[in-house]
C-alpha cells in the first residue's frame, strides 16, 4: 500500500495544512507526531515538514508498529507496561501539540489477547490519554490502507477517493452550519430516540453541548453532548460495525435502565463487549450523545473516525464523557457505537422535547434545514 499512496500526491500536503493549521502550530512549540504503522509514513512526512515550515522549536515523530504492541500485550510483564507507560507520559508532558495517524494494516491485530490484558494496558494508559487530551492541543486521523478499503468493501483507489473526500472539507462552513445544532442542542431537555430495535429516551439538559469541525480529529462533522448519566432508557440497537481495540463488535444491542446497560449482546463478539464494559464502574454508563454532519461521508466504512460522523447518524458512546460536555462519567473506554438512520438503513426519528428532529436522516426541525444542503 505504501508504494501505491506515494508521496508525491499534493493532497497529502494540503491535509497536514489541515491539521497544522487545526492544531495552531507556530513559532517554539513543541511537536509530537505518532505514526502507527507504515502506511502513515507519507502523511507523516507531509505534516512535518509544514510543521517545520510554520517555525516549530521541535518537531519530533514516533513510528509505531501494532505487531510489536500485540508482542507487549501477548508476553510483557505489569512491570514492563507501568515502565513504558512512564516515558509515554514524561514525554507527552512536554508537549504543546499531538498528532496521531494511524495505518490499519489489520484491525485484529489483537485477537487472541485476553480482555483482561487489554483492559490492564488501557488502565495503565489513562494516564498519558488524560495528559494528552487535557494538556496539548491534538488532532488525529486515520490515513487509507488496502485493509480499510476491503472493510469498506471498496477498491483501493475508490477508498483513498472517498478519504480524501471525507477529509477535505469546507470546516468553516461546517462550523457555521454545526452552531445551529449546537445552539438547539443546549436548550434541549428531553431526547427520544425510535428506529427498527431501538426505542430510547434521556435528558441532555444543562450539559453543555461542543461542535466539532476539523480541531480535534480529521475528518470531522459532529455535534455531541452527554446523557445526563442516570436518565437513559429503554433499548439500542447499533447498524455499524466496530473495530475497538483490535476486536470486531457488529449488531451490538442494548437494553439499559436508569443509565445502566444492564444486558449487553452483539452478533460477533458477546463475551468480549460484556468484558469492556466491564472494565471500571463506568464502563456501562454513557459519555456521549452526537449527531453525525459530515456531508462527504454517507456509508460505514467499519473505521470509527470515519463512520461517527455519518450524516444521517448518531453514536451513543459508553465510558468516558469529555470536559467540556461533562455528565461526570469516568471510565478507561470510549467506545463511539454508531446507528445510521437514512432509509436504507432501517431509517428512524430523533426528537428533541417532542418535536421530530432528524427523520430518516435527514434534518427537519425548522432551524436546521439548512445543515442538508
Known sequence: ?????????????????????????GLKDKVLIEAIDLDSLPLL?????????????????????????????????????????????????????YIAIRARINGLVFNGISPEAINAHRLVEKEVL?????????????????????????????????????????????????????????????????????????SIKDVPAKSCHGVSNI??????????????????????SIIYDGKKYSGVFFIIKDGKIVEANCDQGKNEINALLDVDEGGRYFGEFALGTNRGITRPACNTIFDEKIFGSF??????CYSDASNGNNSAIHV??????????????????????????KFVHPELISLND
Open 219 to 240: 475528518p470531522d462533522g459532529e455535534v455531541f453532548t452527554a446523557p445526563v448519566c442516570n436518565s437513559v432508557n429503554g433499548t439500542i440497537h447499533y447498524n455499524t
Open 336 to 361: 463511539d457505537l454508531v446507528r445510521i438512520l437514512t432509509p436504507e438503513y432501517g431509517g428512524g426519528t430523533i426528537y428533541f422535547d417532542g418535536v421530530p428532529t432528524m427523520v430518516d436522516g
Open 130 to 202: 488524560d495528559e494528552r487530551v487535557e494538556n496539548t492541543r491534538w488532532c488525529i486521523t486515520r490515513v487509507p490502507t488496502d485493509y480499510d478499503a476491503s472493510l469498506a468493501e471498496m477498491s483501493t483507489q475508490e477508498y483513498v477517493d472517498y478519504y480524501f473526500n471525507a477529509v477535505l472539507q469546507d470546516y468553516e462552513l461546517m462550523k457555521k452550519r454545526n452552531s445551529l445544532l449546537k445552539d438547539l442542542m443546549e436548550r434541549t431537555d428531553h431526547v427520544r430516540i425510535k428506529a427498527p430495535g431501538t426505542n430510547l429516551e434521556f
Open 1 to 25: 500500500m505504501y508504494t501505491f499512496m506515494t508521496i508525491g500526491d499534493p493532497r497529502w500536503y494540503k491535509l497536514a495544512k489541515l491539521f497544522c493549521e487545526a492544531t495552531g502550530i
Open 315 to 320: 453514536h451513543l458512546t459508553p465510558g468516558q
Open 45 to 97: 512526512i507531509a505534516i512535518y515538514q509544514c510543521a517545520i515550515e510554520l517555525g516549530a522549536i521541535s518537531v519530533d515523530y514516533i513510528i509505531s508498529l501494532t505487531d510489536m504492541e500485540r508482542i507487549l500485550l501477548e508476553k510483557g510483564t505489569v512491570e514492563q507496561l507501568n515502565f513504558s507507560t512512564r516515558w509515554e507520559l514524561e514525554r507527552m508532558k512536554e508537549m504543546d501539540v
